[in-house]
């Protein structure tokens, strides 16, 4: 297997000096001659799919159909922040214009837009090696918002990780985007260093909630604190109430199944825990457990990976609250899916130990007792990617459930499954602390833009100096906000009347 070639100082020097000069240049172009540049380098992917899928194949030890599908969400979320850019509104133009008699005062011309913050430091996740990766979505929402993307490759595919950097360089020189705009580094050192460079502007992240922890800290530490956008995984907890758990069990734990074990359980939404009534227990157990005996299982992502999963799994597996229903079997490539399973009230007693994300296929089925019970146990959690939940409108847990989750949640789902995450506008993947450092923001959707951009205001100044989604005859036809009314024409400002 290729190993990380690790960048040195001298060579993260030049990157980052690179990346500087990149900025303003990169800024000042339209955006749609950024939609470009993103179109060049998804055009250029889906040109070297062939290549790139059996890198990452070997690499990952994914599927092949897993990752044909991932280039395909790789390349499409690129497309999409190109029509964002056609599209204009992620600008949030406002123009208030001059007014002797506005309450507060006389109001002088206020114009209001958004500029990119500068280079961005991108640290690739392992388990998506295109999505998340070198092309994925942070690197797509940066380069749309204008800013130059240094990218940190993670160790797991390295050859993949080169090949892919190397591709986007290529389409970056067609499309004639300024140099610097784009480059790799590799390292741990090289990645936080980088962090700490007053160069650097912002940073994201997916990873573990060590990792993720530690490179916020550094950006907070800098005399000069940036933005840090760390993606840290949850638990991602799963509600059946009552009458559902009556209507459709069987329905409920096939899908559960699929989805804790979906990917070999790598995936940060994957359902760590499903709350269940106990009348409906050994129904579900069963089902479950008579499926998971004809599972073969599958290979992690990397040896560290599967020594991780494994220390989580044993220590989840030994605590007395914990019984288990299908122990994992060793296999010749990894092992195969564990159910484990405690009681509401063994939980309520012991969180702290029992409510920790165990990354791979495992998963704890939670008996409760009544619905004051489960609402107790959804107050324990305080910041997941997701929350889902298995009911009826007409309960009327479901709209308690509601109430209590969406104050802990970035995403919460009704009557399906929280894997598979869509790229999309409305899309919020995301979450409180301590499944992200920025309850605000979103990684995966259009929105994942607004992490990279900064507001600024213009008074009464001069048409020479404005940017031109503010200038009066509006050359870029965007949607404004004028007055306090949004204007979605595209239109020039009309001239005020005369007397």
């Known amino acids: 297997m290729t190993t990380e070639t690790v960048t040195g100082e001298a060579e993260l020097a030049a990157t980052l000096d690179a990346a500087e000069r990149a900025s303003r240049p990169l800024a000042r172009l339209r955006p749609a001659q950024r939609a470009g540049i993103l179109r060049g ?149 090289a990645g936080r260093t980088a962090v700490q460079d007053h160069r650097v502007r912002a940073g994201a992240f997916t990873g573990s909630a060590t990792a993720g922890r530690a490179l916020f800290d550094l950006a907070n530490s800098r005399p000069d604190p940036i933005p840090f956008h760390s993606e840290m995984g949850s638990v991602n907890p799963a509600f059946v109430t009552p009458r559902a758990a009556a209507q459709r069990p069987d329905d409920i734990a096939d899908g559960y199944l699929g989805s804790f074990t979906l990917g070999t359980g790598q995936f940060c939404t994957k359902p760590g825990v499903l709350f269940v009534p106990s009348e409906s227990t050994a129904r579900f157990e069963q089902r479950l457990a008579s499926s998971l005996e004809e599972h073969a299982g599958g290979a992690m992502l990397n040896s560290r990976i599967q020594r991780g999963f494994q220390e989580s799994l044993t220590t989840l597996t030994d605590h007395p609250a914990i019984r288990v229903i299908t122990p994992a079997r060793p296999t010749e490539q990894g092992s195969t899916p564990s159910l484990l399973a405690t009681s509401a009230a063994e939980l309520l007693r012991h969180h702290d130990q029992l409510l920790t994300e165990c990354f791979g296929p495992t998963s704890i089925l939670v008996s409760y007792s009544d619905e004051e019970e489960l609402a107790a146990a959804a107050e324990l959690f305080q910041g997941e990617l997701t929350a889902t939940v298995q009911g009826t409108a007409e309960e009327e847990i479901v709209s308690r459930l509601a109430t209590l989750l969406q104050h802990r949640v970035g995403r919460l789902v009704y009557n399906g499954w929280p894997t598979g995450v869509s790229v999309s506008h409305a899309m919020q993947h995301g979450g409180p602390y301590p499944a992200t450092t920025g309850s605000g923001h979103t990684s995966v959707g259009t929105a994942a833009i607004d992490r990279f951009l900064r507001p600024v205001s213009y008074q009464n100044a001069p048409a020479e100096i404005l940017p031109e989604e503010l200038l009066d005859e509006n050359p870029l036809g965007v949607a404004r906000r004028v007055n306090g009314v949004l204007d979605t024409t595209g239109g020039a400002l009309t001239p005020p009347e005369t007397p």
């Open 41 to 189: 380098i998804a055009q250029a992917l889906d040109a070297a799919g062939d290549e790139l899928i059996p890198l990452a194949e070997r690499e990952s030890h994914l599927p092949r159909a897993r990752l044909t599908g991932e280039l395909t969400r790789t390349t499409f979320q690129l497309r999409l922040f190109a029509d964002v850019l056609d599209e204009g509104t992620f600008l949030n133009a406002t123009i208030d214009l001059p007014d002797a008699s506005w309450p507060t005062g006389a109001r002088p011309d206020m114009r209001r837009t958004v500029l990119p913050l500068g280079p961005v430091v991108v640290f690739a996740a392992s388990n998506f090696p295109f999505a998340f990766s070198v092309a994925g979505g942070d690197t797509a929402s940066a380069l749309a918002a204008g800013c130059p993307v240094v990218l940190k490759t993670h160790p797991g595919h390295p050859e993949l990780s080169r090949r892919t950097g190397e591709i986007i360089d290529e389409a970056l020189r067609e499309t004639d985007a300024p140099a610097g705009t784009f480059a790799l580094i590799s390292g741990d050192e």
